[in-house]
């Protein structure tokens, strides 16, 4: 599974609903949570929310992104898309 365009296809989801203004970048150093995001808490959970649903769609698992670890975490897994990338890929692997 190529996480990279999973994340990427959820933006475009993303996307379909935001201003042109607001549109999220698909590069690996997009900020998607934080100072120069432009989603709110409600798009993140969103982008999450979408990401999660692929994946079980894609694998016919279920997995939680956004779960105590991710949120107890130094450094958080949202900060950017290659953050978010390598934690996936980390719940995944285990």
């Not at 970048?25 to 995001?37: N, Y």
Request: proline share 1%.
């Amino acid at each position: 599974m190529d996480i990279l365009k999973l994340i990427y296809d959820s933006i475009d989801e993303i996307n379909d609903d935001q201003e042109d203004n607001e549109k999220v970048e698909k590069k690996e150093e997009t900020v998607i949570f934080g100072d120069g995001s432009s989603l709110d808490s409600l798009g993140l959970v969103n982008l999450i929310t979408i990401i999660e649903q692929r994946i079980e769609e894609e694998t016919g698992d279920y997995i939680t992104i956004a779960d105590e670890r991710a949120l107890s975490m130094e450094s958080s897994p949202f900060q950017t898309v290659k953050t978010l990338k390598e934690y996936i890929e980390m719940l995944i692997n285990e």
